[in-house]
């Protein structure tokens, strides 16, 4: 019997609910025990279509053709030290095609200017498969030894790093690598350039009457070439019985001249000509510097934890010789805010 705070319709209600609750966890059930069976049977149905629907995705930064207002990019670029670290970790093998500074199909020679700050290496001549006879350095060789992750993204921004910009002459560095990055096992390894692969890969100066396995460490804007994996960057126990372009040099500068007159890449869109007649390497900030606008984030020195997000390093703007309004009309004149020289690039 209902208590007497209890009608009949209460009770009717509850019955009411109680039911509902039933047929609920009933339903939850159901479907809970249909999800996999659902799943299953979408996957299946997926299988079976023998040509699936191709989606075209633009190669090319997406802009407004004809009027209208051209898109911008902002780059957020979380640049830390280990994106200096090797962007080749595998053994070097001649028919894999490294990308870097150096043309992979070129041999080089080290150019040891009474300049320091003007040595790097020249191309030489054309390589043979990536190999080159014991007459030079490989450029292929020479990315897979010594490139690193950042400056493959900046190879396909820019062009690379400049640290030589004259009119005549181009020179691209790599980038400076920390000091506890020689002959680590973590973000630059030591690498191994197998005995079999030597004459391919170096000169015959360099290697002299040694006939083993060399060894590659690098560290700051330097690569050593040695017989074993000793000492420090400072003081590198890895040069010993090496040969005659070891002499007087402990170590060689990671930089090599690119876009003279003889790069073959003058010819394949990585050398730009520019009206003054020379060529400079360019990336796709440059080739696409007309069709979008670009700002640049990035970290402050400040590792505390209160530091929350990046800050704006380059404002919004076009970065070439040419400036447009909200309309994506173009403006007259030169771009006051151009980042490099149109005439000579």
């Not at 509850?14 to 249909?34: E, F, G, H, P, V």
């Not at 560290?219 to 010993?240: E, I, K, M, S, Y």
Request: proline residues 5%; aromatic residues 10%; contains cysteine.
């Amino acid at each position: 019997m209902p208590s007497n705070n209890t009608s009949p319709k209460d009770i009717t209600h509850k019955q009411n609910y109680n039911n509902m609750t039933n047929t609920s966890n009933w339903l939850r059930r159901l479907i809970w025990a249909a999800i996999p069976l659902i799943g299953a049977a979408s996957f299946y149905a997926l299988s079976q279509v023998a040509n699936p629907l191709a989606v075209n995705l633009s190669a090319e930064p997406l802009y407004a053709k004809g009027s209208g207002a051209k898109p911008t990019i902002s780059l957020a670029l979380s640049v830390e030290f280990p994106t200096v670290g090797a962007q080749y970790l595998d053994s070097y093998t001649v028919a894999t095609e490294y990308v870097g500074y150096f043309d992979a199909d070129s041999c080089y020679t080290y150019n040891n200017n009474a300049d320091e700050a003007l040595r790097r290496f020249d191309r030489l001549g054309a390589a043979t498969a990536h190999t080159c006879g014991g007459n030079g350095f490989s450029g292929n060789f020479m990315n897979w030894a010594t490139g690193s992750a950042i400056d493959v993204l900046r190879l396909g921004l820019t062009g690379g790093d400049r640290i030589k910009d004259e009119e005549n002459l181009t020179i691209l560095q790599r980038a400076v690598i920390r000091n506890s990055f020689f002959n680590s096992s973590g973000n630059f390894p030591s690498k191994t350039l197998a005995a079999a692969l030597v004459d391919g890969a170096v000169p015959s100066t360099l290697k002299g009457a040694y006939a083993g396995d060399i060894k590659i460490a690098n560290c700051l804007n330097r690569v050593h070439f040695g017989t074993t994996q000793t000492g420090t960057c400072d003081t590198p126990g890895n040069n010993a019985n090496l040969g005659a372009n070891l002499s007087s040099n402990k170590f060689f500068y990671t930089r090599v001249q690119v876009c003279e007159t003889t790069d073959p890449r003058t010819v394949d869109g990585f050398c730009l000509k520019y009206p003054s007649g020379n060529f400079k390497p360019v990336g796709n900030l440059q080739k696409y510097s007309d069709r979008v606008r670009i700002a640049a984030f990035g970290y402050l020195k400040d590792d505390t934890l209160a530091r929350y997000g990046g800050v704006l390093r380059a404002p919004m703007k076009f970065i070439g010789p040419n400036t447009y309004d909200e309309n994506g009309a173009l403006l007259a004149g030169v771009n006051s805010k151009v980042e490099w020289d149109p005439v000579t690039g």
